[in-house]
């Protein structure tokens, strides 16, 4: 008869390497070629993660173990208001109806009105923002004024993430991190804006997200998973298109990684210590401005880039669809990269679904810029887990034979650059 605590009776060695087969590899390594998802770091079986739960010492041995990949999802819910005196005037006519957070955000922002110059109330004042305000549940009018926006922000447990990390030594187990943002950042500050700046205030709700990120912790790897306008909106670039309804990516990959050997738990307390003695930094409490560790393309020495942009088969059913722009975030990625003095990125993966030939163009164009990539990988048609093809709903009024004649075109684009190259490469597709 087997004893039910044999398990527990075996060396703490034998143990984690029983557990070693247990852990596999996270989603977001073996699905990151499939068509983007916010599911990204959904997984069907969790093996490891349910063996944690069956006992103390189960839990202490696998715990080193699950942290080695974490997820952290961009609070998704809070909108900002910008405030002028239109605002505060519309908000006057609906006192009665306003929330308490609401009718004091009112009182504050009239008392900051009345206090600025006596050219306040000239008409091309009205529409200069005093602040943005925070809409909190219960604030009807804001919400339904048509003027709220949502930034990229952390959520409100990371410091309580933060804190298990450190408490549990666990901040130099973490290899990689997955950052998902479910919304796509539309910013609404199209006015005037001499006081407050909305992009700027954009800029630095973003440069605190990474300044604090990259404060706890150091991965080897990080993947963004969020809507095109959001993702281009973390890395300090643009879509430079306005036809993204037409070609329907509600979600892109980027992947970004670094080779150098990573910090010990030693050495994170010794840096650690060394922000709050030498620079007050809080973590969390927000960025130094200029600080250019605060944008994520900077923030470390990455050598690999991966990025995925899914699908573009819906524009295909579009009128005259050759004529649509692709969201062309890693293309911006990659040209601000190419013009630093020193560049570590060696290799590129670019996967996308039937893309057009004059788009593979200009990525290409892109990737010529950076001076120290040596291997690229390109995938451009559907993997074999993917059934767009044969499936008539998604197919709507596509030809496959624009298809196939943009996939040439593609390939064709490709074989030229690598013809222009002069010191060769490696390509893999």
Not at 173 to 186: I, P, S, T, W
Not at 404 to 416: F, N, P
Request: aromatic share 10%; glycine share 6%; proline share 7%.
């Amino acid at each position: 008869m087997v004893r039910k605590d044999t398990m527990n009776t075996l060396p703490t060695e034998l143990l984690l390497h029983i557990l070693s087969h247990l852990d596999v590899p996270p989603p977001s390594v073996t699905r990151f070629s499939h068509e983007p998802s916010i599911l990204l770091t959904k997984a069907k079986s969790t093996p490891l993660k349910s063996l944690r739960l069956t006992s103390h010492r189960f839990h202490a041995l696998a715990t080193p173990i699950l942290f080695r990949y974490c997820v952290l999802s961009l609070d998704h819910a809070p909108l900002l208001l910008p405030v002028d005196a239109r605002t505060l005037d519309a908000m006057q006519a609906a006192l009665e109806t306003l929330s308490p957070h609401e009718l004091g955000i009112y009182t504050r922002m009239r008392a900051k009105l009345d206090a600025t110059q006596p050219g306040a109330y000239r008409e091309d004042f009205d529409t200069v923002m005093l602040e943005f305000v925070d809409v909190k549940p219960g604030d009807k009018w804001m919400e339904q004024s048509g003027r709220t926006s949502w930034v990229p922000r952390l959520p409100p447990h990371f410091r309580e993430m933060a804190t298990f990390l450190g408490e549990h030594n666990l901040r130099h187990k973490v290899n990689g991190l997955v950052v998902v943002a479910q919304r796509d950042y539309e910013p609404d500050f199209g006015y005037s804006t001499t006081t407050v700046d909305g992009p700027m205030y954009t800029y630095h709700a973003v440069q605190d997200l990474w300044n604090s990120v990259f404060t706890l912790l150091d991965p080897e790897r990080v993947v963004v998973a969020a809507p095109p306008g959001t993702l281009a909106t973390l890395t300090e670039t643009s879509t430079l298109s306005s036809d993204g309804w037409a070609f329907e990516m509600l979600c892109h990959y980027l992947e970004l990684r670094q080779d150098r050997p990573r910090r010990s738990e030693r050495e994170w307390k010794a840096e650690e210590l060394g922000f709050q003695g030498s620079k007050g930094y809080v973590l969390g409490a927000g960025p130094v401005i200029g600080d250019r560790r605060g944008l994520l393309i900077y923030a470390r020495p990455w050598t690999h880039i991966g990025y995925n942009e899914g699908n573009s088969l819906p524009v295909y059913s579009t009128y005259e669809y050759h004529l649509k722009q692709t969201p062309k975030v890693l293309y911006l990625v990659l040209a601000r990269l190419g013009k630093e003095a020193r560049c570590y990125v060696r290799s590129l993966t670019f996967v996308a679904v039937f893309p057009f030939s004059s788009h593979m163009r200009t990525m290409l164009r892109s990737m010529g810029k950076v001076p120290t990539l040596k291997n690229l990988r390109v995938q451009l048609a559907p993997g074999k887990e993917n059934n767009v093809l044969t499936d008539k709903v998604r197919m709507r009024k596509a030809q496959r034979g624009d298809l196939w004649m943009e996939l040439d075109g593609c390939y064709s684009k490709l074989a030229e650059f690598l013809w222009s190259l002069e010191d060769g490469g490696h390509v893999q597709s």
